[in-house]
């Protein structure tokens, strides 16, 4: 008997142990699940309030250096410019590291030719390189285009990361980029792109340690060269993601050579950079020999005044909304050629502003909406196509890109001046 009422006494005390340790168990894993909700939460509003202003200074100083202005006042101009777009590369570089981390950042495949990509992205970095007196050489890229099928903008980010971190650190000689191709199985073909360098090189202790995240070989070199240690990080991580691998070789004092491989499907022709939404009826362009007719609906005074200033250089008349309640009445009233539509408003988001468009235009014309936005973390441009958006532009956005988008939605939108 009393055998029977201990054994039956442990048991109970297992039970309630074992529903203690479950109960805590369930909760820390909410709250690992609040932690990385509230991060990525985080990530989304520090990218969008950084790209609010970085917008401003990117939009205002390329629309000022196509004023007549004095040398010194030009070469101030310049280096604001410079700098305004340093500072974007910094965001998206230190967000891309945080959505690597979190398993979060997504490749998007199509058709490109990676030796222009490559050529793109070294000749990027040429006027740097003559600045310090470099020779930055590129070998490989001859020929006829090399088609496969992958991310190109993450293809040519890994190889830039590298061309900028060997000029970065190469005060005397030579940058040299090559490319070599080497057919593999089941229609694919190899990339091996090799940075060499003849910089300070790395020490043999350092080899794997440059690679983990805010690391740099010596931490003085950050005080000499800049950095913040995420690039190399960065360019394994997007390897690795594209089933590639990011390797490097040096003599300590005499450079080093950084290998970037990977394996991609070979593919046809560059796909067309139209988007297509989920089946619908191609977006109508009007045109009636004075511009294009266009809906600016956005918030913000600064970046609003800027975007008018670029959009009226390219030949349009500009109706401006500041918010989605303001362009669904304007679209009702008026046909517009495009609708670049910001998506944190007041009153009514862009989101569902474009969808109460949509439902407005029925069977009937479809006008081109493009989101210009500073949300753009990873489903941010989905949801614009959900909503029924036709596009997605990140701010900030380049005066180049804006005219672009005229151009591919919009046959009216005529050149800047």
Known sequence: MDSDRDLRNRLAELERNLALEMAARQDAEALVRHAVAAKQQFLANMSHELRTPLNGLVAASELAQQLELDTAAQGYLDIIHRSALGMVQLVECVLDAALLDAGRLEL????????????????????AAACKGLALSLTGEEGPPLMVVGD??????????????????TDTGAVDVSLHVTAGPGGTCDLTISVRDSGPGVRPE?????????????????????????????CQGLARLMGGALGVSSVYGKGAAFHFRVELPVGGPAVTDRVAVHGAAEPV?????????????EDNPVNCALAERILARAGCRVDVAGNG?????????????????????????????????????????????VALTANAMPGDREACLEAGMDDHLAKPVRSADLTASLRRWCSAATQPA
């Not at 199509?110 to 793109?120: E, I, K, Q």
């Not at 690391?215 to 995420?230: K, M, N, Y």
């Not at 362009?285 to 609906?297: F, K, P, T």
């Open 108 to 127: 998007n495949s199509g058709s490109f030719d990676a030796r222009a990509a490559l050529a793109d992205a070294v000749a990027c970095y040429g006027p």
């Open 152 to 169: 190109r903008l993450r293809f040519g980010q890994v190889v830039a990361h590298l061309v900028d971190n060997a000029v970065k650190f």
């Open 206 to 234: 350092d080899l794997e340690r440059i690679f983990a995240l805010f690391a740099q070989a010596d931490a003085s070199a950050s005080r000499a060269h800049g950095g913040t240690g995420l690039g190399l990080c960065l």
């Open 285 to 297: 362009r009007r045109s009636d020999g004075d511009g294009a007719i266009v809906l600016l609906v």
């Open 325 to 369: 309640a303001e362009a669904v009445l304007l679209a009702r009233e008026r046909s517009y050629d495009i609708i670049f539509m910001d998506l944190q408003m007041p009153v009514m988001d862009g989101l569902q502003a474009a969808q109460v468009i949509r439902r407005q235009e029925g069977d009937g014309p479809r006008v081109p909406i």
